[in-house]
């Protein structure tokens, strides 16, 4: 199991970027899936970027101005969104999967998911 907590969220302006970061506490996170899913007010949760073996996904909403990465020596995976608006306000969560299924043709739902942070809250001003 792999224990992940998230970081980096709070309160922003229209416009602004914000980084967030998902610590699997040294653990080796380069032969997992890593998703960032994210849950707005009273919608459902739902993937927003992952990295699959070193390959990139992202959910049209973020695509253009999302950006996910990992540093494997610091065991953190990077969720970076440019250019926030009111849409982008939600809890964000960052998830992991260890199956080959997962990595080789990529996972997009939270089913697939067995890790998950708890959360960080990200809520984006006028």
């Known amino acids: 199991q792999l224990p992940l907590v998230e970081s980096g969220g709070g309160l922003v302006q229209t416009g602004s970027s914000l980084r967030l970061s998902c610590d699997a506490s040294g653990r080796t996170i380069s032969s997992y899936t890593l998703g960032w899913f994210r849950q707005p007010p009273g919608k459902e949760r739902a993937l927003v970027a992952r990295?699959?073996?070193?390959?990139?996904y992202y959910a049209d909403s973020v695509k253009g101005r999302a950006t996910i990465s990992a540093d494997n020596a610091r065991s953190t995976v990077y969720l970076q969104i440019d250019n926030l608006d009111a849409e982008d306000t939600a809890v964000y969560y960052c998830?992991?999967?260890?199956?080959?299924?997962?990595?080789?043709?990529?996972?997009?739902?939270?089913?697939?998911?067995?890790?998950w942070g708890q959360g960080t809250q990200v809520s984006v001003s006028a």
């Open positions: 990295l699959s073996g070193g390959v990139p």
């Open positions: 998830a992991a999967s260890g199956s080959y299924r997962c990595l080789k043709y990529g996972c997009y739902t939270q089913d697939d998911y067995r890790d």
